[in-house]
């Protein structure tokens, strides 16, 4: 942040308001602090007759891997709302919100993931500018070396130890950059 | 949004930029998009020996009606380490995570709040700048019209119907000027 996106100052501090007790950019001209906060990603654990809908990323970071649909939260957007919209955005897929899945939070990115079990209404699907390839996977196929996230493993692995609870798994994850590459 | 926060411009544009299906604040000469996304309140339903501790609220909006301890997530946290930040700053009590009880937003907002049952460690507590006073109610005298939202009665109902559920509730609420406020 260089310019006050208020008043257009070049002149903003990075301070601790009044008051506070972190570090914001503060413009000394209109008095505006500029909060920065995490976003919310909101997904799908999308469900067909057993089988499990996983996507090939077609953009970085990680393409070529398999995820979960999901992406940013828009505003004016319910998560829910949010999480069927990707699906179908990256996949073509259309389904109903069961439950939420799981929650967890990359602080180091400053995001959480919300993801929610997702019955799909057919395994109509396809392939867009974001996935390579959308694949309804068996659960003794799901190709878990190729998957893109640690926090796609979490929530697949929690999903598969009792599909039927509908309890949320909670989770967090730290990036290491050569745990997470294999680099 | 007045000027880029990049490069200073005055010639922000709201637009659809290219590849995308939603106006953004475009800057023509540096190409930054302002991606503008919900934000999340972390807060607590904080129990002790199966009382629930309420802060009135000191500040606006609704100043002297009773709420959860919640507030905005930080970057860098986690939501349970922001629900636990938040129940100290405003209630000075301190609690240890049980499980995300339940998950809401307000969409006409841009927030999304996601509440976490929390056992305290004792019935220590304070009033703060936030919180005019922290109490713990029985469930029979929990003061259902001073609530301070609609949210946080939901949280509570849902609470009460099974206090040793598990599960996660979710809702969303719209925001009714006449209604919420009774004007
Ligand atoms: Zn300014
Ligand atoms: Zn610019």
Chains 1, 2 share one sequence.
């Not at 259309?94 to 929650?103: A, D, M, N, R, T």
Request: hydrophobic share 35%.
């Amino acid at each position: 942040m260089n310019f006050c996106s208020n008043c257009g100052s070049n002149q903003l501090q990075f301070i601790v308001p009044e008051g506070d007790n972190k570090q914001r950019f503060v413009c000394p001209d209109c008095d505006t602090i500029h909060y920065q906060n995490p976003r919310i990603i909101a997904g799908c654990l999308p469900v067909f007759e057993g089988k499990i809908l996983l996507g090939k990323r077609a953009i970085d970071p990680r393409k070529g891997y398999w995820g979960l649909p999901a992406g940013f939260l828009e505003n004016g957007e319910t998560p829910e709302e949010g999480a069927l919209r990707e699906l179908h955005e990256e996949t073509l897929a259309k389904g109903h919100i069961k439950h939420l899945q799981s929650v967890f939070s990359l602080p180091q990115f400053n995001q959480v993931y919300l993801i929610y079990l997702v019955d799909l209404i057919s395994d109509e699907m396809g392939t867009t500018s974001e996935t390579l390839e959308s694949k309804l996977f068996e659960v003794k196929d799901i190709p878990w070396e190729d998957i893109a996230f640690e926090s796609t493993t979490f929530a697949l692995e929690e999903y598969l130890k009792n599909p039927e609870a509908k309890m949320t798994k909670r989770g967090h994850f730290i990036w290491e950059k050569e745990k997470r590459f294999g680099i």
